[in-house]
Every structure is written in C-alpha cells, then in structure tokens.
C-alpha cells in the first residue's frame, strides 16, 4: 500500500486522521486469533507507544519496559505509524517499535475470555485521557467482569 493510501486513515466515526494534532490514537489488535491488546499512539507530552496486554508484560520482558517485540504489536501498525507519522525530535528513521513500552505491568485478566472486553475497557480510559500508570493501578479482573456486565445490559436494552 502506498503512503498516499495510508494517510487516508480514519477513525471510527469516518473522520480523517490529523496528522499534524496530539490526539493519541487507540489500535485494537488480535494477536493470532488467539488474544487481543490494545495500543495507544501518545504524542503529548511524549511520544511513545503504549501497549495494553490483559494478561500483563510477560516475565521474559524485562527492564524499564521500552523496546516491545513485533510478536506483540502487528507490523502493519508500525509500518502506518512510521510511514504516515514519522517521529520528530528523534534519530531520523527511529520507528515507533523504539518508543513502545508495555502499559500493562501486572495481570488484570485472571480468566481465559476477557481479552476482548478488557481492551474496550482500556479503551474507554484512554478516551477518558487517564495515563497509563493510572489504568495500569486502577484495572482489575473485577472492574473487567463489571464493563461485560454493563455491556451485556447495554446490548440486552438495545434489542428490547
């Protein structure tokens, strides 16, 4: 695909990407078809990808959390943001893999099945503009049951 293509993005609403904003913008991922992750692209106050796992940073990712694996991010979504939003203030040609960092420290997914409604919970906070440290500590497999919970009633009411 061509950058010309690429810098088509739009959101979910239809309206297109501003390239030039600081608005993050939130990716969900499946991982395989097996799990899902979430990722939000922070410009402000710095740049950096930030990766929402529900099972939390595996333990063969150590350190201070910055250099995530492509296994866990997809390529297409590196290969978007370095094309369409090349970094600025770094080494010219530094991708966004560099700048990703696991937002997620512990597990708050304790169940086989919440992936998917925890990532929309992740969601709702970034919308809510909450840091990652503050979603990190404040998310719960508890909080997750009640997000499906209130989803589930949500959905119900809407076929009512």
């Keep these: 695909m061509q950058k010309t293509d690429m810098i088509q993005a739009t959101d979910i609403l239809g309206n297109r990407i501003d390239y030039k ?87 708050h997914q304790f169940n086989g099945f919440d992936c998917g409604v925890a990532c929309l919970l992740y969601a709702e906070k970034c919308a809510q503009d909450m840091m990652k440290e503050d979603i990190n500590e404040g998310t719960t497999q508890s909080d997750i049951t009640n997000f499906r919970q209130a989803l589930q009633r949500c959905l119900t009411a809407l076929e009512e």
């Design 21 to 107: 904003g600081y608005k993050p913008v939130v990716f969900v991922a499946n991982i395989a078809n097996v799990h899902w992750n979430l990722l939000r692209v922070q410009h402000w106050p710095l740049q950096e990808l930030q990766l929402f796992e529900p099972m939390g940073k595996p333990a063969s990712r150590h350190g201070s959390g910055h250099g995530v694996s492509m296994r866990y991010i997809p390529k297409h979504i590196i290969h978007w943001l370095d094309t369409c939003w090349p970094l600025e203030g770094h080494d010219e040609g530094l991708s966004w893999l560099a700048l990703s960092c696991s937002a997620v420290t512990a597990s």
